[in-house]
T-cell receptor
């Protein structure tokens, strides 16, 4: 499977600020996704990052709050805007390949704590 | 509406014994099921998957069973090892669509 690197791995953020998380994959991948795991909760899909076009957001997530970029087949960013304590979560980049069928693989995650 | 449910938040087993983690789903359109293992402060690691055309898939110590009529799948770990202690998530998808995750079961394997 592809090696997925996320930056930052952990950060403490001030309320009202924004933070951009980067996801770098060591090979070209068909699909890239961004998930969130709030404390004690399951994993929830935020959006599918589409290469060269706007991301596809899931219900409850909007572009103004979580702008996503995907300039090429190996890189994507997720910005968490105007953060509040409720945004304290692990944010996970994940990728899928046609050769892997429907299996997706995850990066190490980015732990954000908003104070 | 929770389409994928893991009703046991935690499970404790003795080292060397079998661990059985269960997962139920409600959407009959799901055709692909996966199990992930997650340690604290790390991303989930893919363990094993099964297509709806099968009822069993085995990979080393890990076996996944699928009962479509009951909309139930289970992950068996034999023998369990202390390093297996983690949170296990089941997930399901339909026709290559997005993965829906269960709430997770925390497995503790005691030496």
């Amino acid at each position: 499977s592809a090696v997925i690197s996320q930056k930052p791995s952990r950060d403490i953020c001030q309320r009202g600020t924004s933070l951009t998380i980067q996801c770098q994959v060591d090979s070209q991948v068909t699909m890239m996704f961004w998930y969130r795991q709030q404390p004690g909760q399951s994993l929830t899909l935020i959006a599918t990052a589409n290469q060269g076009s706007e991301a596809t957001y899931e219900s409850g997530f909007v572009i103004d709050k979580f702008p996503i970029s995907r300039p090429n087949l190996t890189f994507s960013t997720l910005t968490v805007s105007n953060m509040s304590p409720e945004d304290s979560s692990i944010y996970l980049c994940s990728v899928g390949q046609a050769s892997s069928g429907n299996t997706i693989y995850f990066g190490e995650g980015s732990w954000l704590t908003v104070v | 509406d929770q389409q994928v449910k893991q009703n046991s938040p935690s499970l404790s087993v003795q080292e060397g014994r079998i661990s059985i983690l269960n997962c139920d789903y409600t959407n009959s359109m799901f055709d692909y099921f996966l199990w992930y293992k997650k340690y604290p402060a790390e991303g989930p690691t893919f363990l094993i998957s099964i297509s709806s055309i099968k009822d069993k898939n085995e990979d080393g110590r890990f076996t996944v069973f699928l009962n479509k009529s009951a909309k139930h799948l289970s992950l068996h770990i034999v023998p369990s090892q202390p390093g297996d202690s983690a949170v296990y998530f089941c997930a399901a998808s339909s026709m290559g669509g997005k993965l829906i995750f269960g709430q997770g079961t925390e497995l503790s394997v005691k030496p």
